[in-house]
């Protein structure tokens, strides 16, 4: 008998057997990647692959289709070593959507409209049936900004806001003024640290702006700031930060 896919987005199955149990939780988070691989073949082939260890529930093609490689209610290997909050087993937390593009080392090719359209309804249907709220939709590199660049600065993540998809504000303008890099130290960068750490990114508050803060605001300005990712953090990317907590419900 075919296997039917769980989401209506969705219009086939291809098992991954890369996959284990949620103890005692569901997802409360959706995480996006991309494949950063050279097709969807290889990419498909690599997550279905029980040596390579790796696996999403869902991977979305470059012309819109879905398919389903783990039950939704499965424990998919997609994260790895990532933290968000006080959550360190993101895996058994959260479903894992694969966009297919080469990724950074391909030149980070523009997301098609019709990909992009195929995201929003899965990401609806995802969020929509396991309640999953708008601030816990996220990027890779959100909750492993040390290891990841994905889905990267090129995706369109204000789009999917438009649509009710993740939590967004307009980012601040970039202008000149005071900013802060690795190497400086004080009171603002504590505040500073302790802002993304508010927001949920797994950033200790040292009042040192060390290389994990540099990575942190980088992953930060991939998904909020997108039109200058350089990992300093500018009046643009701290009022930025600080709009999209001021903007989280209570």
């Known amino acids: ?27 409360t988070m959706l995480i996006l990647h991309y494949t950063g691989m050279d097709s969807a073949a290889s990419a498909i082939q690599r997550l279905a692959n029980p040596l390579a260890e790796v696996s999403a529930h869902y991977v979305v093609l470059e012309d819109g289709r879905v398919m389903q490689m783990v039950p939704e209610g499965r424990r998919a290997w997609h994260a790895g070593r990532a933290a968000w909050g006080s959550e360190r087993d993101i895996n058994s937390r959260s479903l894992g959507i ?39 939709v996220l ?8 290891r990841k660049d994905d889905p990267g600065e090129h995706f369109p993540w204000d789009r999917l806001a438009r649509e009710g998809i993740g939590h967004h504000v307009p980012s601040a303008p970039i202008r000149d003024g005071r900013f ?51 990992g300093i953090a500018d009046a643009s990317t701290i009022t930025t930060l600080r709009d999209l907590i001021a903007a989280l419900p209570r």
């Open 1 to 27: 008998m075919k296997a039917v896919p769980e989401s209506p987005v969705a219009t086939s199955v291809v098992p991954s057997p890369n996959h284990g149990e949620r103890v005692g939780c569901r997802p």
């Open 98 to 136: 694969e966009i297919v593009n080469p990724g950074h080392e391909g030149g980070l090719p523009p997301y098609p409209d019709v990909q992009i359209d195929a995201v929003i309804a899965l990401c609806r249907d995802l969020c929509t049936r396991w309640s999953i709220r708008p601030a816990f």
């Open 139 to 146: 990027a890779h590199s959100d909750i492993a900004p040390d």
């Open 180 to 230: 802060f890099s690795e190497g400086d130290a004080g009171q603002p960068i504590e505040a500073l640290q302790a802002m993304f750490a508010l927001y949920g990114y797994d950033l200790a508050v040292t009042g040192t702006f060390d290389a994990r803060t540099r990575e942190v605001v980088t992953a930060f300005q991939r998904h909020f700031r997108q039109a200058r990712v350089d």
